[in-house]
């Protein structure tokens, strides 16, 4: 169970790097709190505070308009079974093959992840027609979406020694690295630069600060050191106050 706790705790932790936003404000947005009075008790104010978990995700992502409205305004929406991955092996960047579908047998880059469905999103694969603006007077206009693809059964990484498809696991070097490797050539899969990649910076070691963020310095800085005190007594010693006087017994002691 602790296992699964764990497992689903990670979920999602891929699909929302790149957007570089805190996971505070994730929650906030694509949870829902709904107010509840006790049970029973109709005369009591609403004060019991729910928070909404069951969320259904899709190829929007929790901070968008997209989303909200699958989950607070759709209201049927099928439960989609998910088996959490331990150790994810797919990064924006990676060149895959599709194993099915119409584009069977192609090659393409990762460029989205969403962890919480074991889906990704290959560049120019796996596409769907779709017209947008039609109208009487107007044939509307042609664009073409690409649709996720299972991890587990539709995709499969591509080994950069010689292009061709392969099974993976993840294994230790020597030095103690945690990477991937090969089963058909034992080569290494090294991860790409571009899963580094966020809406802010290209790669972490060029990003140039700006004046509201905040520094290596007022980070480190050491603003509060905890101490086995109470309140009281804290600020006793920072005003030099002595107690003299002796409690009087009791039965706690």
């Not at 539709?154 to 392969?166: E, R």
């Not at 080569?187 to 905040?214: F, G, H, L, M």
Request: overall charge positive.
């Amino acid at each position: 169970m602790r296992l699964v706790t764990t497992l689903f705790g990670k979920l999602g932790e891929w699909s929302k790097k790149y957007a570089n936003l805190p996971d505070r404000y994730i929650d906030r947005i694509s949870e829902r709190v709904l107010w509840k009075s006790p049970p029973g008790k109709p005369q009591y104010l609403n004060r019991k505070i729910v928070a909404n978990r069951k969320l259904y995700y899709s190829i929007h992502r929790p901070w968008t308009s997209h989303f909200q409205f699958q989950n607070w305004v759709l209201k049927r929406r099928h439960w989609c079974p998910l088996e959490p991955i331990k150790d994810w092996s797919f990064f924006r960047g990676d060149r895959v093959e599709v194993l099915t579908g119409p584009d069977k047998g192609k090659q393409g880059i990762v460029h989205d992840i969403i962890q919480e469905r074991n889906w990704v999103i290959v560049q120019g694969l796996n596409t769907k027609a779709i017209i947008y603006n039609k109208r009487k007077d107007f044939p509307g206009i042609c664009r073409r979406m690409e649709l996720p693809l299972l991890v587990n059964l539709q995709v499969k990484l591509v080994d950069p020694f010689d292009m061709k498809a392969t099974s993976m696991e993840w294994r230790y070097t020597e030095e103690g690295e945690y990477v991937r490797v090969s089963l058909r050539t034992g080569r290494i899969i090294p991860i790409p630069v571009a899963s580094k990649e966020t809406v802010d910076y290209k790669s972490p070691d060029i990003y140039v600060e700006q004046s509201k963020d905040t520094t290596v310095e007022d980070v480190k800085e050491l603003t509060f050191e905890a101490k086995l005190k109470t309140f009281e007594m804290d600020i006793m010693d920072k005003m030099d106050i002595k107690e003299d006087r002796i409690p009087k017994k009791s039965y706690w002691y």
